[in-house]
């Protein structure tokens, strides 16, 4: 079974940098698979921030992209995310997520994030 945990700070101030961390346990993140970061914000539906795949290539949504970066750390089965200058808006509950081409199968509980000074 595979298992996606989050982990980070639940408060972030305006204009700093959040950072996000995944850990997988029951499968690794190198195999064939795309690993995601998806947030809600209070009352609005899902977002989805971006993937890495299994080879290590990255792909973000274009409204976020400028502010967004995933990388991973295979050593420790982990990817993480870092959205930088952060506003209220970002306030949300984050998901880790795994993608097979078809349907996110595997997800983390989430983390609540707020952004506020």
Known sequence: QVRLQE???????PSQTLSLTCTVSGGSITANYFWNW?????GKGLEWLGS????????????????????RDTSKNQFTLQLTSV???DTARYFCARWTTTVFDF???????????
């Open 38 to 42: 998806i947030r809600q914000p209070p």
């Open 107 to 117: 997800w983390g509980q989430g983390t609540q994030v707020t952004v506020s000074s």
């Open 52 to 71: 890495i795949g299994s080879g290590g290539n990255r792909d973000y949504n274009p409204a976020l992209k400028s502010r967004t970066s995933i990388s």
């Open 7 to 13: 982990s980070g700070p639940g408060l972030v101030k």
């Open 87 to 89: 506003t209220p808006e």
